[in-house]
């Protein structure tokens, strides 16, 4: 199985701040990278799609790239609203596995 | 409105079975892959299985292989997960999701899972 692991695992931001999060596969995946939020008590919302494309409603502050083994979810202007754990998802193969998360916390 | 609502969930006792089912509305049911996620405490998200249109394809992760079984019932706008001899490490929140895939398959193009339902809760305990 190919596996996913997200750097940092947590993270301490503040309002209007720029943040990346990195995701790294086990083997190439090229672009099939998938980006989610999940907030306490919803359900997960996907973000991105094949690494860099944004789902609609997705505010344009997130952005994702990278290819092969190496992604990065950036969110250009952190808002009150973006605080929350974010997953990684390769869909190059079955299982899909997710990274470990990282939780996005108010400093 | 696009909604997917699990059912089923429960406290079992290790060794025992349950069945889980989503009812999908607000879309053509039979025209997407849907998939099986879930939570346990504490720990991040982990893919379980998915289903083809159809029905005729299924994928597992290794660790539920021969203990899950995924099935639909497109006439009823159903998706379901059979899990027999379930395990303490199977305790967790279990979601239903919608996948985006390619017009030729998920196995050709993934682009993830666009819609989900709130979880049903299922705890493994003796």
């Known amino acids: 199985d190919i596996q996913m692991t997200q750097s940092p695992s947590s993270l301490s931001a503040s309002v209007g701040d720029r943040v990346t999060i990195t995701c790294r596969a086990t083997?190439?995946?090229?672009?099939?990278l998938n980006w989610y939020q999940r907030k306490p008590g919803k359900a997960p919302r996907l973000l991105i799609y094949a690494a860099s494309s944004l789902m609609d409603g997705v505010p344009s502050r997130f952005s994702g790239s990278g290819s092969g083994t190496e992604f990065t979810l950036t969110i250009s202007s952190l808002q009150p609203e973006d605080f929350a754990t974010y997953y990684c998802q390769q869909g190059y193969r079955s299982p899909y596995t997710f990274g470990q998360g990282t939780e996005l916390e108010i400093k | 409105e696009v909604q997917l609502v699990e059912s089923g969930g429960g406290l079992v006792q290790p060794g025992g079975s349950l069945r889980l089912s989503c009812a999908a509305s607000g879309f053509t049911f039979s025209s997407y892959w849907m998939s099986w996620v879930r939570q346990a405490p504490g720990k991040g998200l982990e893919w379980v299985a998915n289903i083809k249109q159809d029905g005729s394809e299924n994928y597992y992760v290794d660790s539920v292989k021969g203990r899950f079984t995924i099935s639909r019932d497109n006439a009823k706008n159903s998706l379901n997960l059979q899990m027999n001899n379930l395990r303490v490490e199977d305790t967790a929140v279990y979601y239903c999701a919608r996948d985006r895939c390619s017009n030729y398959g998920c196995s050709y193009f993934y682009y993830g899972m666009g819609v989900w339902g709130q979880g049903t809760t299922v705890t493994v305990s003796s």
């Open positions: 083997q190439s995946i090229s672009s099939h």
